[in-house]
């Protein structure tokens, strides 16, 4: 994929790392900075579920 800032994740279930666009638009609905979504990301995996999961748990 490119990097195409106007594109938005295709899979809401995983999240990938790799695309600048993702990491943008995952850190905007979480609510979260981009240390965080890849420290949530590092813990547990890329599904979007369980890095909600440890997120709200870090709260």
């Known amino acids: 994929m490119s990097d195409d800032k106007t594109q938005i994740a ?3 279930a995983f999240i990938n790392l790799s ?4 990491i943008r ?3 905007n609905s979480l609510g979260v900075t981009e240390t965080q979504l890849r420290e949530a990301v590092a ?5 979007a ?3 909600r999961q440890y997120l709200a748990s870090q709260s």
């Not at 813990?43 to 599904?47: E, I, L, N, Q, T």
């Open 43 to 47: 813990a547990v995996g890329s599904s």
């Open 25 to 27: 638009d995952w850190t």
């Open 49 to 51: 579920e369980k890095v």
């Open 10 to 12: 295709h899979d809401r």
């Open 19 to 22: 695309e600048p666009y993702e």
